[in-house]
């Protein structure tokens, strides 16, 4: 007999990416199907996940952005969506500042008889299996080995074979045309999901043209909503993507890349699920121990003494943004350079 698990996580693109190896060791136990259920910014990411049978879209008002009322409507969507999964129980994987209760509560409304989650606050009966974060498990560990933690707590492991890393489904015949016969390349992002975590487009801007000048091809991607931002950063020596990739395109044009240059958003753990090095270009609002790219080379770059740090800031709160308009697009370049190998004595910090 099947049995069906829930997977919850219902924040943001990235968010969802590092829940990947949480969502593999599910889906390996025998004859288990997974759910998924995911907010709208993270869904996109949800369907390249490997070891995802069926997922289901609903807006967490306490969990991300959005206009909606906290009203019966909400809870009636809910409850829906967990009707017609009629899971035998749920994994509710959230973050270090995130509380899996709320959630757990509707579940258990909704007649979920086992529900796990990490909780620092007392659970009850909401929680059948709870995770004390600091006592069952370190705070200061990556977020994907969080997840896995807390899939473990439920009975679920990674089959031999499997390293944990982050990982995606996509396919090279998605990438635009401009990569019929393209050579060597680095991929700039320069989008941030906050401008707390962004380096300034001037700089980006500058990087391009530093790294074109050096006779490398340059690719310049972003959301549909970054194509200003993009056309800066490219000017007239990168090819500009901007809003022309979907999700599952640019994992393909992020694992074709020598070396991807990003800041601390979501395509930062796309690059990492498709196993390409990168510089990432870290604001410290929050901790990079937690939220760094996993799984691959990295070069970390900004101040994470400045005193923005741990602020979780969504605008930067010190005058001149310091902690990332103090790195110098040179390097930027050298990093690039250690990573991709284009001088000698590779380099990088492996998180694993």
């Known amino acids: 007999m099947t049995r069906r698990v829930?997977?919850?996580?219902?924040?943001?693109?990235?968010?969802?990416?590092v829940g990947g190896p949480a969502v593999r060791a599910v889906a390996a136990a025998p004859d288990t199907e997974v759910w998924m259920?995911?907010?709208?910014?993270?869904?996109?990411?949800?369907?390249?996940?490997?070891?995802?049978d069926e997922l289901r879209v609903w807006a967490c008002p306490w969990i991300t952005e959005t206009d909606r009322p906290v009203d019966a409507a909400m809870l009636a969507e809910f409850d829906a969506i967990v009707q017609e999964a009629r899971p035998d129980e749920a994994i509710v994987?959230?973050?270090?500042?995130?509380?899996?209760?709320?959630?757990?509560?509707?579940l258990r409304l909704a007649g979920v008889a086992r529900i796990t989650g990490a909780s620092v606050d007392h659970a009850g009966a909401l929680?059948?299996?709870?995770?004390?974060?600091?006592?069952?498990?370190?705070?200061?560990?990556?977020?994907?080995?969080?997840?896995?933690?807390?899939?473990?707590?439920?009975?679920?492991?990674?089959p031999d074979g499997d390293d944990g890393r982050l990982a995606v489904i996509h396919d090279p015949a998605d990438l635009p045309p401009e990569f019929d016969?393209?050579?060597?390349?680095?991929?700039?992002?320069?989008?941030a999901s906050?401008?707390?975590?962004?380096?300034?487009?001037d700089l980006h801007a500058a990087l391009v043209e530093r790294l074109a000048?050096?006779?490398?091809?340059?690719?310049?991607?972003?959301?549909?909503?970054?194509?200003?931002?993009?056309?800066?950063?490219?000017?007239?020596?990168?090819?500009?993507?901007?809003?022309?990739?979907?999700?599952?395109?640019l994992a393909s044009v992020l694992a074709g890349a020598e070396v991807v240059v990003v800041g601390n958003t979501g395509p930062a753990h796309l690059a990492a699920a498709v196993g390409v090095p990168i510089v990432s270009l870290f604001s410290p609002v929050v901790p990079a121990v937690r939220w760094a790219p996993y799984g691959?080379?990295?070069?970390?770059?900004?101040?994470?003494?400045?005193?923005?740090?741990?602020?979780?800031a969504r605008e930067c709160p010190v005058p001149g943004h310091p902690c990332l308009r103090s790195v110098d697009p040179e390097a930027v370049v050298a990093a690039c350079a250690r990573l991709a190998g284009w001088e000698r004595g590779t380099s990088g910090v492996q998180h694993s």
């Not at 829930?6 to 990416?17: A, E, K």
């Not at 995911?38 to 369907?47: D, L, M, N, S, T």
Request: net charge negative; proline share 12%; glycine share 12%.
């Open 37 to 52: 259920l995911c907010g709208p910014q993270g869904a996109p990411a949800g369907r390249l996940l490997p070891g995802v």
């Open 296 to 312: 691959v080379p990295v070069e970390l770059l900004g101040d994470q003494q400045a005193p923005c740090r741990l602020s979780r």
């Open 194 to 201: 906050v401008p707390a975590r962004s380096w300034p487009v």
């Open 181 to 191: 016969g393209l050579g060597p390349y680095v991929v700039v992002h320069p989008g």
């Open 127 to 158: 929680l059948d299996v709870r995770l004390r974060p600091g006592e069952d498990f370190p705070e200061d560990q990556p977020e994907p080995e969080r997840a896995l933690e807390i899939a473990r707590a439920a009975g679920y492991a990674l």
């Open 6 to 17: 829930l997977v919850v996580r219902l924040d943001s693109f990235g968010d969802v990416l």
């Open 213 to 249: 000048a050096l006779g490398h091809t340059v690719v310049v991607t972003g959301s549909p909503g970054e194509r200003d931002l993009t056309a800066a950063a490219a000017g007239a020596s990168g090819i500009d993507l901007g809003g022309r990739t979907s999700p599952a395109a």
């Open 93 to 106: 994987l959230t973050s270090f500042h995130q509380s899996p209760l709320p959630v757990a509560l509707l």
